[in-house]
């Protein structure tokens, strides 16, 4: 009995010893300089057990035993690992520079590469960007942090569109840029920017490893992914703002409209309708009235690990965002869901997935037209009540009470998407990589808006006598299939060869269903669905469409460099795409980089100055296969038109062919070419990037070019065939230069400075003189052109040199009768620039540009101890913009601008009289085009990070809160509310018909790590 005793007591302390654990701590610093690492991490090795490193370098780790491996990794260093002696409670390490992993991967598509080693335009936007600038969509942390690349909104109001635009506007239809997000096909509208790893910018030929979709350039989205042994993470960041209109525009008070009123009828001999103004006052000012105060927010919480084998990342996030017009009635909810998951399955395979899960909710009022909500508040009299509608008819047939029409505004957006890849890595010797990647892509939305019983007034577009309901479903699919192998290899240990060749399978496929109910049981959007409407209509009340386009590609790529410093790679693709007729279908885009790393040679490799040097270039063929994307093949028509038939007597609606097939339509081509240099100084605290670079778009697909009406172009539901039919060019010049240096321990500065400059012209059109777009005032021509020798959509009116001082003026200068009515003192005086003695039509010209000459981005990073401090600005120079929001009726409200017009020889020669009879002064004319030059502060951001000794006791490796302002004032001339603001249109682009502005944004928000 004893013996057992004594065997039990052996065994209890023999356990206990084995399992008696205790705390390490200690400091990790960089071996060259001596500085604290904050964020390296710190695991037992073969468990999740660890931390990560504070602000000061500093770590405790618990329940570590003796004789524990204690495995330190941070990026651009070596790992170091260290074993756990007996009762060792401190070590400190000292991590050393990996000199192969301090240069920067770069993702380029189908493979990774060294920044040293590339040969192409490539930017790269890094997680710590985004998080600086933490963007409300992806989108915006592009502007003015990556050269070459222009971002404009279409509108302020939340959940609109962006525009991205790669060196330029080059093709008349098509001009975004390749999105793919961890390889597939993508769309940047729906991912939560958190998500985010980083993003890589293929700008030249480099991009042509993606032929077929390459020519707008390429953006590589890369989300986020756990880290092998590393320690599980999880971490929330969240805020809450406010949000405010950056802009108002200084409009007439009713007293000074009465006046102006009052002048323009005195002008054209009729009573005044307003005899006492003093009794008028300052009004309603309806732009108060319809912009609110609305509130932002935003949740994120990620979680991220990984062992030796395995690597994890889940991510959730939820965005509400209210307008600041409209407020909920303009509002965009945004939720997702996100995984990605690396396995070592053996030494062999290794498979990844990953997938996010998006769903959108979007409400949206009328905007950026004729009859629009803002157009309506710049529009109105200050005259009119609050609750006031026209029912005098005074205003025209488009400006209501812009309230009414929020309060009478309803519809609904909604949006499912899942997106992802799942793949799989096979490495049979350590040279040689297949891979074999699945892409998918599934949507589902559906939309619904009704149109309640109302009347604004007499003969008011608005005006509904019936009740309808429009409701559709939307299904978007496609998915992409890649299968290639990667060998990579050292010979002699100077020729290093890198090769790529494989294949991609790409298929869209989708269908859409519209349908219109009349008759909503009470007139209410609780019962706005087409199942519960009572009424008919004797039109076409529903239409679907179907699309599916399937895409072949094979491509190969040759990578190889001599002695590290001479570089040349070559690249080929070959695309078939069922857009073009079978014998179109098939395009071929090769390309060829080259460069030379001078820092490797012998006279530069001691340089105290040149921490690196590298002279590159590239020329390639790249493709596009879009022109419109309601268009989904070129070659063939498909039954979609309208046409009326007699049968039996009787007129009897029915179908018809629609667009005209073109069978010989094919590929647009984009030759690009490119010279850079990159350079690095003083130990590589200054970053230099310049590039040349020319693009020749050729064989533009265009639609829309006259042919004879014999093919039945003009029925209803029909058009123009595509064919291919002009070329532009793009060419300019970029330069980046970023600078960093730490001060101490304490003080850390960076500062960024980014420019892109452009020139763009049509060379060539075929089939018509010029293409037509945008859309000016009401009934007059429409203002942009695609035209050989210009810009791509410059706007074409007629030049002016002044206003008419006298009578005697008048009669010295060519007739003007021809654009509406005789000129009279106080008129605009146009320019007779064909010199036949006559204004007319002949004597328009090119009378602005919207494509700015320039785009800018000066960026500043400051950190104080736990301080830190980050401003981002942007500009744009030389871009023009058309004022379309003022309606050109006698009893509409006006401009502050129009209190300095013309009333009498020498008062103005810029604003012309005001009057109620017939002018020229509506003509499309630089009257109408404005310098919409800017510079926006789009970002200042001021955060603390709280003490480590504060946060130990809660179990906290960092806590950081900040404030900041996003859009807090923009720098400009132009009157209107944001010169930044696009339709994304190349043809009708840059015309303002009164903006939704892009709202001044007050943040809130803390960074949350344990």
């Not at 200084?250 to 307003?274: D, R, V, W």
Request: proline share 4%.
């Amino acid at each position: 009995m004893n013996k057992i005793l004594v065997l039990i007591l052996f065994c209890i302390g023999t356990f206990s010893l084995q399992a008696q654990t205790f705390s390490v701590s200690g400091m990790v610093d960089e071996a060259d300089t001596g500085l604290p690492l904050p964020g390296v991490n710190i695991i037992v090795k073969n468990t999740s057990n660890g931390v990560v490193t504070d602000f000061d370098g500093n770590y405790i780790i618990n329940e570590v035993s003796a004789g524990d491996v204690l495995v330190f990794s941070y990026v651009g260093f070596l790992p170091q690992e260290v074993s756990v002696g007996e009762n060792q409670t401190e070590i400190n390490v000292s991590l050393k520079t990996d000199a192969a992993a301090l240069d920067e991967v770069v993702v380029i598509g189908y493979g990774t590469q060294q920044r040293k080693d590339i040969t192409g335009a490539v930017s790269v936007v890094s997680n710590e960007t985004i998080e600086e600038l933490n963007p409300i969509k992806i989108e915006q942390a592009l502007q003015g942090t990556a050269a070459g690349v222009n971002v404009t909104p279409s509108s302020g109001a939340p959940g609109a569109g962006i525009n991205v635009n790669i060196r330029g506007i080059a093709s008349n239809s098509e001009n975004g840029p390749l999105i793919l997000i961890d390889g597939y096909q993508g769309d940047l509208n729906t991912i939560n920017p958190n998500d985010i790893e980083s993003i890589s910018i293929l700008k030249d030929a480099q991009a042509a490893i993606y032929g077929i979709a390459g020519a707008n350039g390429v953006v590589l989205v890369t989300t986020k992914s756990g880290k092998k042994n590393t320690a599980p993470s999880i971490q929330y960041d969240a805020y809450i703002g406010m949000q405010e209109t950056s802009r108002k525009l200084p409009l007439l008070n009713a007293t000074e409209y009465g006046l102006l009123l009052n002048e323009s009828y005195a002008n054209n001999g009729q009573a005044l309708p307003y005899p006492n103004v003093s009794e008028l006052g300052r009004g309603t000012n309806f732009q108060d009235e319809v912009f609110d105060t609305s509130p932002i927010m935003s949740h994120n919480l990620t979680l991220n690990g990984g062992s030796e084998k395995v690597t994890y990342s889940f991510g959730v996030s939820h965005l509400d965002q209210e307008g600041i017009i409209g407020a909920e009635k303009s509002d965009f909810q945004r939720s997702t869901a996100r995984f990605n998951i690396g396995v070592d399955i053996s030494d062999e395979f290794t498979f990844t997935a990953n997938s996010i899960y998006t769903n959108l909710n979007r409400r949206s009022i009328n905007e950026n037209g004729l009859g629009s909500v803002l157009f309506n508040a710049l529009n109105i009299p200050p005259t009119f009540g609050r609750d006031q509608e026209d029912l005098e008819g005074r205003l025209g047939n488009e400006i209501i009470n812009p309230l009414s029409q929020v309060e009478n505004t309803f519809n609904d957006y909604n949006l499912n998407k899942f997106n992802g890849s799942f793949s799989l890595d096979y490495t049979p010797i350590e040279e040689l990589t297949f891979t074999s990647r699945i892409g998918y892509s599934l949507a589902n939305s559906k939309g619904k808006d009704f149109a309640p019983i109302i009347d604004y007034g007499p003969g008011k577009v608005f005006n509904n006598v019936r009740s309808t309901v429009n409701q559709n479903r939307i299904n978007d699919n496609s998915y992409t299939y890649d299968l290639f192998g990667t060998y990579e290899n050292t010979f002699n240990d100077i020729h290093h060869l890198t090769g790529t060749a494989g294949m991609t399978v790409i298929r869209d496929w989708g269908d859409g269903l519209y349908a219109t109910g009349y008759d909503v049981p009470n007139n209410s959007w609780d019962f706005a669905d087409i199942s519960l409407t009572t009424g008919t209509n004797d039109g076409l009340n529903n239409s679907a469409y179907k699309y599916d386009i399937r895409k072949l590609s094979f491509f190969g790529r040759l990578q190889y460099d001599f002695q590290g410093k001479y570089l040349v790679s070559g690249m080929f693709r070959r695309d078939a795409s069922t857009r073009f007729g079978p014998g179109n279908r098939v395009g071929y885009f090769p390309s060829a980089t080259a460069g030379w790393i001078l820092s490797e040679e012998d006279f530069l490799e001691d340089s105290n100055v040149i921490s690196f040097l590298k002279l590159r270039g590239s020329f390639g063929i790249l493709g596009n296969d879009i022109a419109d994307r309601e268009v989904n093949q070129f070659y063939r028509s498909l039954l979609d038109g309208e046409a009326t038939y007699v049968l039996g007597g009787e007129l009897v609606n029915g179908t018809a062919s629609g667009r005209i097939a073109n069978p010989a339509s094919g590929w647009e081509q984009a030759e690009k070419s490119n010279v850079g240099i990159d350079l690095r100084l003083l130990n590589n605290r200054i970053d230099i990037t310049a590039d040349v670079f020319r693009e020749d778009r050729k064989d533009l697909l265009v639609a829309g070019i006259p042919v004879s009406g014999i093919f039945g172009g003009g029925a209803p539901g029909s058009g123009a065939p595509t064919i291919n039919a002009g070329t532009t060019r793009n060419e300019g010049f970029e330069f980046a230069i970023n600078y960093k240096e730490n001060f101490g321990d304490d003080i850390r500065v960076g500062i960024g400075y980014n420019a892109t400059f452009l020139r763009n012209e049509v060379t060539e059109v075929n089939g018509t003189e010029f293409l037509l777009g945008g859309q000016f005032g009401v009934g007059q021509p429409q203002p942009s052109r695609f035209q050989e020798g210009f810009p791509i959509g410059y706007f074409y009116g007629y030049e002016t040199d002044g206003i008419f001082q006298n009578q005697a003026e008048v009669d010295a200068h060519p007739s003007q009768e021809t654009l509406g009515a005789a000129a009279s003192p106080g008129d605009i005086r146009y320019v007779d620039t064909n010199g036949d003695g006559v204004i007319n039509v002949d004597d328009r010209t090119n009378i602005g540009d919207p494509i700015p000459t320039a785009t800018m981005g000066i960026n500043l990073n400051f950190n104080y101890k736990n301080f830190d401090f980050t401003a981002y600005t942007y500009a744009s120079l030389g871009n023009d913009m058309v004022r379309n929001y003022e309606r050109n009726q006698p009893n509409v409200n006006r401009h502050a601008y129009y209190l300095e017009r013309w009333t009498g020889p020498g008062t103005s020669n810029e604003v012309p009289r005001v009057t109620t009879g017939a002018t020229s002064n509506v003509a499309f004319s630089e009257f109408y085009v404005e310098d919409a030059s800017y510079a926006r502060i789009q970002n200042v951001q001021l955060g603390y990070s709280l003490p480590e000794t504060f946060l130990d006791r809660a179990g906290i490796n960092r806590l950081r809160i900040y404030a900041s302002v996003q859009n807090l004032y923009t720098f400009t001339n132009y009157k209107g509310f944001d010169p930044s603001a696009s339709t994304g249109e190349a043809i009708g682009g840059g015309i303002d018909y009164g903006f939704y502005p892009v709202p001044r944004i007050f943040l809130a928000g803390l960074n949350l790590n344990f």
